[in-house]
């Protein structure tokens, strides 16, 4: 059984006609319910986005935009995608959105086939610093067919803002290569993003600034993290991180132009029909992210945050950069021991019930599959209702099974004490929505 009486009759109605997949599902519903949710891009979403998902909605070929379709029937798709756009140009103060994007990456090959040519340079952060693969990595379509040049971060210690932007040798990068387009916004970068700064620079070399804000949307649209509006020409996000809706992507742009050219680029560009019933589920994310109750939610994922940071370092972690403003922290496990990887801390700990990912730290001497980092995020226990208490006691977990070198019986200790705090915060039901 799970937290939700509704998705246990879901589960029930499965069950009886697929007790294979009916049993899997059941098994993923357990671990998400009785273990703590780390990872800085993952969250839980209410009953009413996830059984939107769950809806008739995915019955139905909806290619083309509201008014433009290239099928009949699509009324109520027009009326619930002009939901999701309207909504979504409320929260972030703009003036187009296309709600169609399949993911963040689509969302930003879209973005790149609006303002670049192939072969074109823009300028962004490697991964290895906390940049994404569709930030150029060479494997990508970013790199593959477009041209990236990296700028850095500062990586000498005694700078007072170390591992943070060098935002003068961004400048540099950009006057030096000329970009067509400056690309800022990350997955594992814990400092506010100055995108004022960035259009300066941009607007100096007649560059598009793109912010990628995937990782804090629902900080952007709460104004707990400052929003890339109006400085960005153009804003791509997934739908799922902190933002807390369905598995999905989203563009936004004041421009009229581009936003011609962003519909075009995604489809027929990049995609055929939308997902009606994720379109239909980011309607209603939006709509509970346009609540106050969910400025207080991202307040609390911040304040949630930086407890988490301050225990681990007094627990003698370093926190990249020396901290975090916004809902992720990239911890260096050697300050504490220099024997200590990413991917032991991570197996560790998933056997204990607590949930992260291994990641490089700036700089890391070690390859991606072993990295000298967790990455760790409060998006998800937030939403449980956990706050900096618990934190606390997650930072005591985390040390003892590290210290203990992931010693089964203590992981098992500490996976039963896990569980029971889990229970204390079930994940979202229908009965707390009221
Ligand atoms: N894979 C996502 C993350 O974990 O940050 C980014 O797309």
New binding site residues.
Partial sequence: MSHDPITDSILDLIRSQDPEAAEIIAAEQDRQHSTIEL???ENHVSPAVQHAMGSCLTNKYAEGYPGARYYGGCEFHDQIERLAQDRAKELFGCQYANVQPHS??QANMAAFMSIMNPGDTFASLVLKDGG?LSHGMKINFSGRFYTPVHYPLHYEKSHPEFEQIDYDAVRDVCLEHKPKAILCGY??YPRVIDFARFRAIADEIGAYLLADI??IAGLCATDVHPNPFPHAHVVTT?THKTLRGPRGGLVMTNDEELSKKINRSLFPGVQGGPLMHVVGAKAVAFGEALKPEFRTYCEQVVTNARALASALTERGYRITSGGTDNHLMLVDLTARDENLTGADAEAWLEASGIIT?KNGIPDDPRPPRVTSGLRLGSPATTTRGMGEAEMVKIADWIDRVLDDGGDEATCSIVRGEVAALCAEFPMPSVAMAG
């Fill in positions: 990872i800085a891009s963040g990456a994404h997955s594992a995937a990782h997934t990912n």
